[in-house]
């Protein structure tokens, strides 16, 4: 059974800063590329960004130069650094990854930006 869990969000005024973490369990985490996505209310989820297994990275253009996506393969862990945050970045944000052709997802974390 594979498990996502995410932690890490909150409230946080616009040009602050958060990081976020998803713990997964389940799979030999080192050889799956991971993701993060976000849905924010009234609109579609929307990929953040992803990690390979190698390490290499993609953004979505909105969040680029201000998101860092980053792994730990001994605990197993994904991570988000969220910097220059910014009232369009309040959404639910879920850690993703695709075992045996399934998606699985956590349940999500909320992260509210004020102005």
């Known amino acids: 059974q594979v498990w996502l869990v995410e932690s890490g969000g909150g409230l946080v005024q616009s040009g602050g800063s958060l990081k976020l973490s998803c713990a997964a369990s389940g799979i030999n985490f080192r050889l799956y590329t991971m993701r993060w996505y976000r849905q924010a209310p009234g609109k579609q989820r929307e990929l953040v960004a992803e990690?390979?297994?190698?390490?290499?990275?993609n953004y979505a253009d909105f969040v680029k130069g201000r998101f860092t996506i980053s792994r730990n393969n001994v605990w197993n862990k994904l991570y988000l650094q969220m910097d220059s945050l910014n009232v369009d970045d309040t959404a639910v944000y879920y850690c993703?990854?695709?075992?045996?052709?399934?998606?699985?997802w956590g349940q999500g974390t909320q992260v509210t930006v004020s102005s």
């Open positions: 993703n990854t695709n075992h045996r052709s399934n998606d699985y």
């Open positions: 990690i390979n297994q190698g390490g290499g990275t």
